[in-house]
């Protein structure tokens, strides 16, 4: 209770707050940022804007429709305005972030410069406490946004009343929690099905989450999906599914950001399958994301060999050329060279 009052006190004495969250935002960390804005603007009458580093992906600008104009600014689109909101804030606070440096450079060096209390939100393994004010960190948890859900449902003005919370940051939970869970299939603890129990009778709707997120896709998200799992996706002899989205086959099917959500998921329903690899190629690097099966550490794996880390089945990182590799054509020996050094096959 001692955090949740140094919390209350934090937001008694702040007016004008900036929410961040991490690179290529997710569900959780979209979901959490509108809800914590939305907490802050409407139940304690604050400035509060979300900022991403880049563009939230289209499949999920549907969480913040319901939010004021300008109350998500991306850094990448409007640096100086983000640059200034930074500047001006008397209070931040980094959400599924374990670090500003998962932000961008630019964030970063904004947001350790900044002389306002910091507090950090997150369920992800090692945080950098000593750069924050005030931290909530759990790893046990299903994500970022049931671990904020707990927090407002405790703050004095809210004690427990969900209906003291507005309806729109309800919903970004909900739909947060379940991106986090991939639809309640991995992460899921007691806690997790309370949290949704809980969030149905107090009026969201859970349906309509469902069909925005996994109806309303562009037709090429389904044909690169076909594509990738038909004539990309390879097996090796240690049990390692991995999938190579390069700049060809991004420019082939018009890729855009956030349509590959869940792909990883996906090669984990075979059998054989021990861990999951995605690389996505990107400016100088590919953003790699791993998954793997109980008893597989993906978190150790992204750590080694590709600069990252994460939960323990689920991680993500990063494979730079030519730093690790020659060029992006020398991914596919790296990972078969990379699994055999790690399951010893």
Do not use: W
């Not at 935002?25 to 809800?35: C, E, K, M, R, V």
């Not at 707990?150 to 004095?156: D, E, M, T, W």
């Amino acid at each position: 209770m001692d955090k949740i009052n140094q919390l209350d006190s934090l937001l008694c004495g702040a007016g004008r707050v900036s929410v961040t969250v991490h690179t290529h935002p997710d569900g959780d960390a979209i979901g959490s940022g509108l809800a914590l804005t939305g907490y802050l603007k409407e139940c304690r009458g604050l400035d509060a804007v979300l900022i991403v580093p880049d563009e939230v992906p289209e499949s999920l600008r549907f969480i913040g429709r319901d939010s004021a104009e300008g109350e998500i600014m991306a850094f990448s689109q409007s640096p100086t305005l983000a640059t200034e909101r930074i500047k001006t804030s008397d209070l931040l606070f980094c959400l599924d972030c374990a670090s500003f440096s998962r932000t961008c450079p630019e964030m970063e060096a904004e947001l350790k410069d900044s002389k306002a209390p910091k507090v950090l939100v997150d369920h992800h393994l090692d945080p950098d406490i000593e750069a924050f004010d005030l931290v909530f960190s759990q790893a046990v948890v299903s994500s970022t946004c049931e671990l904020l859900y707990r927090i407002l449902k405790s703050l004095p003005d809210v004690g427990g009343d969900l209906a003291k919370i507005p309806m729109r940051s309800l919903e970004a939970l909900l739909t947060g929690m379940t991106t986090d869970t991939n639809n309640f299939s991995n992460s899921v603890f007691p806690g997790t099905l309370e949290m949704a129990s809980e969030l149905i009778a107090a009026g969201v709707d859970r349906d309509r989450i469902l069909s925005d997120l996994y109806n309303q896709y562009r037709e090429n998200r389904l044909r690169l999906m076909g594509f990738l799992l038909q004539e990309n996706m390879e097996i090796t002899p240690s049990g390692v599914a991995m999938m190579i989205l390069d700049k060809e086959t991004q420019d082939r099917f018009d890729f855009r950001q956030g349509e590959t959500e869940g792909f990883v998921n996906i090669p984990l329903a075979v059998s054989k399958v021990k861990m999951s690899v995605f690389l996505t190629e990107e400016e100088g690097k590919f953003r790699v994301s791993v998954r793997s099966k109980r008893g597989v550490s993906a978190n150790q794996f992204a750590s080694k060999y590709f600069h990252g880390g994460g939960h323990e089945m689920a991680s993500g990182g990063k494979l730079f050329f030519p730093q690790d590799i020659p060029s992006p054509s020398d991914a596919k020996a790296y990972i078969l060279n990379v699994t055999k050094d790690y399951f010893g096959i």
